[in-house]
């Protein structure tokens, strides 16, 4: 497998957008530390590669992956602060 290229994108829009060349993400998280983006393989699910998200622009983490294409399967790693008492917990979302 080549090494995940990633460059640092742009903070809007958020979520995930082909602009043609490359896929921007983009993901809002008030207490993120650090946010992994997970890509999916289509034939079994399992997970292909990981790349942390470069960037944190006005607690919007993003990054620009130049080889990711429509149809790619994701999911985001967050890690931060968790507290039960405040609710608050570090999470894994998929799409």
Not at 49 to 60: G, K, S
Not at 82 to 93: K, L, Y
Request: aromatic share 12%.
């Amino acid at each position: 497998m080549q090494p995940i290229r990633v460059w640092p994108g742009k903070p809007y829009p958020l979520g995930a957008t082909w602009d043609g060349s490359g896929t921007n993400f983009a993901l809002f998280s008030a207490h993120a530390e650090k946010v992994e983006l997970c890509l999916f393989d289509d034939a079994d699910g399992a997970e292909a590669a990981r790349v942390v998200l470069p960037e944190n622009t006005h607690e919007i983490w993003h990054g620009y992956l130049p080889d990711v294409r429509p149809g790619q399967h994701y999911g985001y790693r967050v890690y931060g602060p968790t507290s039960r008492r405040r609710g608050t917990a570090s999470t894994t979302t998929s799409y």
